[in-house]
């Protein structure tokens, strides 16, 4: 029996963090899947990725990425109102400073989130796998 385990990764330093990265690399999200609680410093992700971990698996899993400590958020090139609209994670980077960090999503055609922080505390959490080879 194929027994299939959900991950959860936790990042607090910047190598920690570009192993989120890789792991969500290609993800795609929906507009309205991104969230921002600006009372709790929390940002949330739900994104749709494809199981990496796995040599030659094409499975996609349903997954959460939640960065806490978050002061402010900005965006470039997107479409906010469009809550249809797919983006497509290219990688996420991370910039010292002063005293915060900048977490930088990339996206295809040149859409960007910024995230200010305070420290480096991330988490991926896969929810479920999906079977649906078109979703």
């Known amino acids: 029996m194929d027994k299939k385990y959900l991950k959860k990764i936790i990042a607090q330093t910047p190598e920690d963090l570009q192993a989120i990265s890789a792991f969500c690399a290609d993800a795609k999200i929906r507009v309205s899947d991104i969230k921002y609680l600006s009372s709790n410093k929390i940002f949330l992700i739900s994104l749709l990725r494809i199981d990496k971990e796995n040599e030659n698996s094409e ?3 349903n997954s959460i990425v939640k960065f806490e400590f ?3 958020t900005k965006s470039k090139n997107i479409n906010q109102v469009d809550s249809k609209l ?3 994670l290219i990688g996420i980077n ?7 960090f900048e977490i930088v999503f990339l996206f295809s055609e040149n859409r ?3 995230l200010t922080t305070e ?3 991330a ?3 896969d929810q479920k796998y ?3 080879k078109n979703t």
């Open 123 to 125: 988490t991926l959490e």
């Open 70 to 72: 978050v002061q402010s």
């Open 112 to 114: 960007l989130i910024t």
């Open 86 to 88: 797919v983006l497509e």
């Open 119 to 121: 420290a480096i505390e």
């Open 130 to 132: 999906i079977n649906d």
């Open 59 to 61: 499975k996609k899993i």
């Open 94 to 100: 991370i910039f010292k400073k002063g005293h915060n």
